[in-house]
């Protein structure tokens, strides 16, 4: 028998995403490429545990907004609004499982613009055109909305500012690009929200501290 993929090599790793065994060089090379792998296929976590271990800085060209500066006390101030962005984004990928990084980071980016806007006085609105991301993009949208309701309704008035969830979502996406690895179907970013900020079914699970980046 033969690799699957390649038709040269000898098969020795089973791809639970391919239901058969293929060979370790296409395992290494379609990973998160062509083969949309589960999250907790093993050679899948040992290959983002590698990643981790040997990831580099970011190059200023893909550092997201890298004009925009906040202190790291800002973010934690409005922490309960990131856990609420990531609780939305897990939330999705519940119903939606194909969701992957790119679709996340398309999602985030087209928020970011919007808000931008808003903060200049001018309501303009592009949501991504990929239908995955365009969806994403309305629930996180839905979820702000909701969040400044709440926040006028327990103090009279909203204090959540268009121009801090403007930040708030740069440092998600910074956080993001700097845990994903950047193949087609990644869902490494996806893995590390999961596992910081658990969705209640996951609550009793002890989860890491975040890193910020």
């Not at 089973?14 to 062509?34: D, L, N, Q, S, Y």
């Not at 996340?104 to 309501?123: C, D, M, N, V």
């Amino acid at each position: 028998m033969s690799c699957p993929i390649c038709e040269k090599r000898r098969p020795e790793r089973f791809c639970p995403a391919k239901g058969e065994k293929i060979c370790a060089v296409c395992c290494g090379r379609e990973r998160e490429v062509t083969i949309d792998c589960p999250s907790d296929c093993p050679y899948l976590v040992a290959a983002h545990r590698y990643e981790r271990e040997h990831r580099k800085p970011l190059v200023p060209q893909d550092f997201p907004y890298r004009d925009i500066e906040f202190s790291v006390d800002f973010v934690y101030e409005r922490w309960p609004v990131v856990a609420g962005l990531a609780a939305a984004i897990l939330g999705f990928h519940v119903q939606n499982k194909d969701l992957n990084d790119a679709a996340i980071f398309s999602a985030l980016e087209a928020l970011a613009e919007t808000l931008r806007t808003l903060g200049t006085g001018i309501y303009y609105e592009r949501p991504p055109d990929a239908p995955l991301a365009r969806s994403l993009y309305a629930q996180l949208a839905e979820f702000i909305q909701e969040a400044k309701k709440q926040e006028s309704a327990r103090t009279g008035f909203s204090a959540l500012k268009d121009s801090e969830i403007f930040r708030l979502i740069i440092f998600l996406l910074r956080l993001g690009k700097t845990e994903t690895n950047g193949r087609p179907r990644s869902r490494a970013f996806l893995d590390f929200l999961r596992a910081r900020f658990p969705l209640p079914a996951e609550s009793a699970k002890e989860s890491p501290r975040i890193i910020v980046p």
